[in-house]
């Protein structure tokens, strides 16, 4: 299986940032880093814009987080549909990432609102796929 | 560089039409423009056909629809910016025409949408964000545009009752265009109270998918003045791109970068300010977006988006009348076709042939379509 096992459900299969995949299984959450200008990419890229020749290296991030904004989707492109509805946040990371991301059910709805201190953790579909989660 | 006159427009009917092909549609809206122009498909020396071709059963549509129109052996292509297609195209066929590589041009827009099953239309509605990072999670178009409402609501206390104002505003206006989807007005309680779609974002709140087609004509000073003794004059043409990835892009979120680049371009091409704007057309996609359009081009500041909806601002016989041939809300959005329509309303007011919705000596216009979640928007100025 290809990167399509990332997401709860994945569209894409063919891409050079495949180890993401292992990070996640081992529950960690990772990021890509120039070995020569030191500039991280997260979602991760294999290639530096600054330093094109350059090879990357992976590094793994805390995933302390706060919520930007959220929405609770109620009309869902069919892939989705059993899970309708679920929650879609966007969060920064205190390393000043951005995240798209599920917020997990776990979390109080009531409680949700921008500023709202989240941690971006793994998550396991019931499909083996794997992707990461606010919660 | 001369300047490029606009010297005829068309609109087909906007809505669910299962009486009319993709090529059809394109025919309505063209031979309507060559009416209007009065002239004939002999002067046209090259077609731009704007449309986001995934919606459309056939491929390559410039082909067949040029072949339609009867524009072979010139010059045709397709141009595809989602939706902001046609003002893109109109932006390339500028280019073409201010070259002297053409002389005059057609910008079709259109689009077949309701020929698609639903699944079909939810499976590419999926499709619409970032399909390595974000679409994954099951993202939507409503979904994205609510978490900018989401933002707005936290940072400047815009509440739903206030976002509800602009469909009852449009859909005032839709009853008066014979080419809407939506003909009927409609109360906030009725928006308020319709399902929800991604939260804050309601049923009302949302434009709808429809089938339909614009079309304009385009000339060089000299042949423009020939062709028409009322020109309508580009004035000016911002485009900017912002990240498609939600996450890829800053700020709070509480506003479109993007649209505040093309507004920039624009304005300072066409030498006006905010205030010069008699008459606009903004991308009303969903209810939000177009209080969001209104503090980015600077009609207000931020978080003041809404203050200009309460005080009747953006309505005919206010300081800026906006969306009033009904907006993305009453027409319809045939995506490829919504940014040439913006400019046949436009067109039709500087003119001074807006009928019941005309504003009293419109000089200059202001069209602004945003293309997909944002990844682009383009911000044209005609002038009288």
């Known amino acids: 299986m290809g990167f399509e096992k990332f997401g709860r459900f994945g569209y894409v299969s063919q891409t050079k940032i495949n180890p993401l995949l292992s990070y996640l299984e081992k529950g960690q959450i990772a990021a890509t880093r120039c070995k020569k200008c030191g500039r991280t990419y997260f979602p991760p890229r294999a290639e530096c814009l600054d330093d094109r020749q350059s090879a990357i290296e992976w590094v793994v991030l805390d995933g302390k987080g706060s919520l930007i904004t959220f929405t609770k989707v109620f009309f869902a492109p069919p892939a989705f549909q059993p899970e309708t509805p679920y929650l879609l946040g966007l969060a920064e990371l205190s390393n000043g990432f951005r995240v798209f991301a599920p917020v997990s059910p776990s979390v109080d709805e009531k409680q949700l609102k921008p500023g709202k201190e989240l941690n971006l953790k793994v998550a396991r579909g019931s499909r083996d796929n794997l992707f990461y989660w606010l919660e | 560089m001369g300047r490029v006159g606009i010297v005829g427009v068309g609109h087909s009917k906007f809505g669910k039409r299962n009486d009319a092909s993709l090529r059809e549609l394109a025919f309505e809206a063209y031979g309507a423009a060559l009416d209007d122009a009065d002239m004939d498909s002999s002067n ?117 009752e206030q976002m509800a104002l602009v469909p009852v505003k449009n859909r005032k206006y839709g009853s008066k265009n014979p080419n809407a989807m939506f003909q009927k007005p409609i109360t906030a309680e009725e928006v308020l109270k319709s399902r929800p779609v991604a939260s804050p974002l309601k049923l009302f709140d949302c434009c709808a998918n429809a089938d339909g087609a614009a079309c304009l004509i385009i000339a060089n000073a000299e042949k423009a003045r020939k062709l028409t003794d009322r020109p309508v004059w580009v004035a000016g043409l911002g485009l900017a791109s912002s990240p498609m990835s939600l996450a890829g892009r800053k700020g709070p979120m509480t506003s479109f970068e993007v649209t505040k680049n093309a507004a920039m371009s624009a304005y300072q091409m066409a030498r006006v300010s905010p205030n010069d704007i008699d008459v606009a057309e903004v991308h009303d996609s969903f209810s939000i977006t177009e209080i969001l359009n209104y503090e980015d081009l600077r009609f207000a500041k931020p978080g003041g988006g809404t203050r200009l909806l309460e005080k009747g601002e953006t309505e005919l016989g206010g300081k800026i009348p906006v969306n009033i041939d009904g907006g993305l809300i009453s027409k319809g959005h045939p995506v490829g076709a919504t940014g040439a329509s913006q400019l046949f309303a436009l067109t039709k007011q500087l003119r001074g042939e807006a009928g019941s919705t005309q504003v009293d000596g419109a000089k200059i216009g202001l069209a602004q379509n945003i293309g997909g979640i944002g990844m682009y928007s383009a911000v044209t100025i005609l002038k009288a």
């Open chain 2, 44 to 160: 046209i020396d090259s077609s731009v056909i704007c449309s986001a071709t995934h919606y459309d059963k056939q491929r390559s549509p410039a082909g067949v629809v040029a072949e339609y129109l009867g524009l072979n052996p010139q010059p045709t292509f397709n141009v595809e910016a989602a939706c902001a297609s046609s003002a893109v195209g109109l932006r390339t066929a500028w280019a073409l025409v201010s070259s002297r590589l053409h002389d005059v041009m057609t910008v079709v827009g259109v689009q077949k949408m309701t020929e698609l099953s639903s699944e079909e239309i939810q499976e590419l509605m999926g499709r619409a964000g970032d399909v390595m990072w974000e679409s994954p999670f099951g993202t939507t178009m409503p979904a994205y545009y609510a978490m900018y409402a989401t933002a707005h609501m936290a940072r400047f206390g815009t509440t739903e």
